[in-house]
């Protein structure tokens, strides 16, 4: 009965509010923003923008320099190296964005259900965590993909396996705020069941922080994935990754440096771009913190 | 004090034992047989059976489980796989240069990063601020085999100024600096941004606040009003990111020597790894986490040092 009388108004304040929020965003965060859908585009699109095929060798281009052929250099089979970027870019963007979507599900579910259950839950989730945590995440990361086989998926799951700890910790402080307040008081008074008042109504309250989290765990996600194809613990070849890329043009450092360099750039800006997108978006929720990032 | 000391070790050795039951079932659980890929596929059975009676893989889980515990809280992580010596011996021979990476990177990270936070918020809101808080945002963005990659092109290939392989042994000291150069610096702009940016905040929140306000109305020169009274009052965030990113620090430097062909932990785990040699992995990684673990305690104690408020309980 209270949500049919509350729920006519609430699309309304809804649209009005996003718009005010995305108002506050700073002109960095949308720089980010643009980056960012710009290189998924760009990742969509990769067979109509690329000049040549990706895995096409040509012993007559190796270590060709930019130009009018090859628009970023060829690497040392001759390979254009901008096909592969646009390549590459689809597994950078894939395995970031889904580990964190995987983080950000399973760290959130942990971290809220140890905050409202509290009590002996609590102590032995975050205990796990914390021992998930006490692991340096790459040197994780590189083991659990080593161990598993350097799949997509394993590689997906191994940098999930990393991130989650610190989705459970920020949904468990930010439950943990919320818990006892006046609204939750009022679901319990009304009789809802735990799972509703944690999903349904504490949830929206803790978002904004989670988001925030998630958009800066991007560009961890997408610096780890480049580290460990870096290691050569990647996708396995020919399948282009930018991490990868680098991984070979550094054995060519010495005949073609921009073999290493061009891939670098780019886990750069997209590293950069989500960045900016965490720190723009934690600044306009938080504006105490806007000049303390 | 001692109460504290109690349960922080208390918990510190719990971590540690989670762990090291997580290692050893992530060990056994993975598929493929270790003597198979020590000896190849065609090994006969009767060679396989003997490996396994020396591994200790005949065993019964629980019993390998109890053998590994007992064993590992004895400083003794078993024999590699592969060269058969000691894993304590194989880490202990690679883990000075680790270390000695590790801290200089540090301390040359904290000499350049606090003083760039300070002015980035003494001077809040006008170029350098600006300019610090792009570089740090860079910083933050450049993986750490990025920066390795840039220096060494144009430190080490184009200007000549240090060796391009740091292979972490050198006749003088000078030598050795020379070598260890690059790698630091790779490390420590790394340990910078992360530092300018903590203390760039946390002396955004203490310069507005009162006690500084006092001490500047008593006549206390601009200079020792940033570094002494703001600054000692920002020690405990900075300490803590230090202690949070001395064990990323750690883990980033795999690559760092990756890079500069230089020896260390982080070489010694991919030979590990590419040689599946699983007793040395499970060692190593109980080494990396028993670094966290004592950084972590270490952070815990520094706090009573810096701030003679910090009561332990």
């Known amino acids: 009965m209270t949500d049919t009388t509350v729920a006519p108004s609430t699309p309304i304040d809804r649209k009005s509010s996003i718009r005010a929020f995305l108002g506050q965003l700073n002109a960095s965060t949308w720089i980010g923003v643009f980056i960012v859908l710009a290189l998924v585009l760009a990742a969509i699109f990769a067979p109509q923008l690329a000049t040549h095929s990706p895995a096409r060798q040509s012993i007559m281009d190796q270590l060709a320099l930019p130009g009018s052929q090859f628009w970023l250099g060829a690497d040392q089979f001759g390979r254009d190296i901008w096909t592969r970027l646009l390549y590459g870019a689809r597994y950078s963007l894939t395995i970031g964005m889904s580990a964190i979507l995987v983080a950000l599900v399973v760290g959130t579910v942990i971290g809220m259900i140890a905050g409202y259950v509290g009590g002996r839950i609590d102590i032995i989730f975050m205990q796990v965590m914390d021992v998930v945590l006490a692991f340096p995440s790459l040197i994780l990361g590189l083991a659990l993909v080593a161990l598993m086989g350097a799949t997509l998926t394993n590689i997906i799951i191994a940098i999930a396996f990393t991130a989650t700890p610190a989705f459970a910790r920020i949904a468990r402080a930010g439950v943990i705020t919320q818990r006892d307040r006046e609204y939750v008081q009022a679901c319990r008074a009304m009789g809802f069941s735990g799972p509703r008042i944690l999903f349904r109504h504490i949830m929206p309250a803790i978002l904004p922080e989670v988001m925030v989290m998630a958009s800066l765990w991007m560009a961890t996600a997408v610096r780890t994935e480049a580290s460990l194809a870096f290691i050569g613990l990647g996708l396995a070849p020919p399948t282009p990754t930018w991490g990868g890329m680098v991984r070979d043009g550094f054995d060519n450092i010495l005949s073609a440096f921009h073999l290493a360099i061009i891939p670098s750039l780019a886990i750069l800006l997209l590293v950069l771009a989500f960045n900016l997108i965490g720190d723009g978006l934690r600044d306009a929720i938080d504006p105490r913190l806007k000049d303390a990032s | ?313």
């Not at chain 2, 992580?77 to 690679?94: C, D, F, K, Q």
């Not at chain 2, 301390?107 to 740090?136: C, T």
């Not at chain 2, 290939?157 to 690059?182: C, H, K, N, Y």
């Not at chain 2, 600054?231 to 230090?242: D, Q, S």
């Open chain 2, 1 to 313: 004090m001692l109460p504290f000391l109690i349960k922080r070790l208390g918990f510190a050795a719990l971590t540690l034992f989670c762990v090291l039951t997580l290692v050893f079932l992530i060990v056994r659980i993975l598929p493929g047989d270790p003597a198979l890929v020590i000896l190849g596929d065609q090994a006969s059975p009767a060679s396989i059976a003997a490996l396994h009676k020396r591994l200790g893989l005949d065993q019964p889980v629980l019993v390998q489980y109890g053998q590994f515990l007992l064993q590992a809280v004895q400083g003794n992580l078993g024999n590699s796989m592969v060269t058969g010596r000691p894993v304590s011996e194989e880490i202990l021979a690679v883990l000075p240069y680790t270390m000695e990476l590790t801290i200089a990177a540090l301390i040359l990270g904290v000499l350049l990063g606090v003083p760039a936070g300070v002015w980035a918020a003494v001077k809040r809101n006008r170029l350098p601020d600006y300019v610090l808080r792009f570089i740090s945002l860079l910083g933050l963005s450049l993986p750490a085999f990025v920066a390795a990659i840039i220096l060494l092109m144009v430190f080490a290939i184009q200007l000549r100024w240090f060796p391009v392989i740091s292979a972490g042994t050198g006749e003088t000291i000078a030598d050795r600096l020379r070598q260890m150069a690059l790698p630091t610096i790779a490390l420590a702009l790394i340990m910078m941004t992360y530092i300018t940016r903590v203390t760039r905040s946390a002396m955004l929140e203490v310069l507005s606040q009162d006690f500084v306000r006092t001490a500047r109305a008593k006549g206390a020169s601009p200079a020792t009003v940033v570094w002494k009274h703001a600054l000692g009052n920002c020690l405990i965030p900075i300490t803590t990111v230090v202690g949070l990113y001395l064990g990323i620090l750690i883990g980033n430097s795999v690559l760092t020597e990756i890079v500069f062909s230089r020896p260390g932990l982080g070489k010694l785990i991919l030979t590990a790894l590419t040689q599946r040699d699983y007793t040395l992995l499970q060692g190593m990684i109980v080494v990396y986490t028993l670094m966290v673990v004592v950084v972590n305690l270490l952070t815990d104690l520094t706090y009573g040092i810096l701030d003679p408020r910090v009561q332990y309980k």
